[in-house]
């Protein structure tokens, strides 16, 4: 290609392609991602709240690809890590609530991955019949392969109290 305009113009159709990276959504299908993963996201804290925190793996990604962070803790660092971390927690808490709040947001990013966030609120009951509460905010990434939605990540974090004057 000697034509400087035919370089310029193939550059800026291979960036446009690139850009998208084939994940454009028509708005019709982004509501559906956001509906599946709403939907979702309903479904996990309802299992974890009837099955306590040893529900978590089965909506976790098994993979290397999956992190779990805590106010800013690296708490699992990959999906293998999760399945002996989440028997040691329940061996403290078997009996976790877990409920999100009503401001929810899904942003679907393709077919198969959407951002979710909201407001949470865990009742954690201890092996000695303690309860304690946890508020705070949550992100994750949701991302459907396999047939089924799974959390590619997710950070959970509290409210940090204010310095004391």
């Keep these: 290609m000697k034509n400087p305009v035919a370089v310029v113009a193939f550059l800026l159709g291979a960036l446009s392609i690139a850009a998208c990276g084939g994940r454009h959504l028509t708005a019709a299908r982004a509501a559906v991602v956001e509906k599946d ?27 290397a690809a999956f992190f779990l962070v805590s106010n800013g803790n690296l708490v699992f660092r990959d999906g293998a890590s999760v399945a002996g971390g989440m028997q040691k927690f329940a061996r403290t808490f078997p009996h976790v609530e877990l409920a999100w709040g009503d401001d929810l947001r899904v942003d679907p990013l393709a077919e198969d991955l959407a951002v979710v966030a909201a407001s ?4 954690l009951t201890g092996v000695d019949g303690s309860r304690g509460e946890q508020t705070g905010y949550f992100t994750g990434t949701a991302e459907y392969r396999d047939g089924r939605w799974r959390f590619r990540n997710q ?10 004057r």
């Design 120 to 123: 949470y609120r865990e009742v």
């Design 37 to 63: 993963v709403r939907a979702f996201v309903q479904v996990v804290a309802h299992d974890v709240t009837q099955e306590g925190p040893l529900a978590w793996p089965k909506y976790l990604d098994e993979s």
């Design 155 to 164: 950070h959970w974090s509290a409210p940090v109290p204010p310095p004391a």
